[in-house]
């Protein structure tokens, strides 16, 4: 079965939301924790007013938080070109 990345974390929050999605260094990162931290990024961006069309940057180090926006971006339904 093809899945998304986005179907792929919701499945997982609600199978196993306490699992961990991500280790890095000393900090672990459950599905849910993720997954929350993911709306409310989207939401974020919806609440700035981007809108279809607009053009975005995003620079982002390579640290697990910056997974968050990467991930929040198409859910708030822009497209994503890397």
């Not at 279809?52 to 910056?66: F, H």
Request: glycine share 6%; charged share 25%; hydrophobic share 40%.
């Amino acid at each position: 079965m093809d899945m998304n990345l986005r179907a792929f974390i919701e499945s997982r929050v609600e199978k196993h939301p306490a699992k961990p999605f991500l280790y890095f260094q000393k900090e672990v990162l459950s599905y849910e924790a993720f997954n929350r931290k993911v709306n409310q990024a989207a939401n974020g961006f919806l609440e700035w007013g981007v809108k279809r069309g607009d053009r975005v940057v995003l620079l982002l180090s390579n640290r697990p938080s910056s997974s968050t926006p990467g991930s929040a971006w198409p859910r708030s339904g822009r497209s994503w070109f890397p």
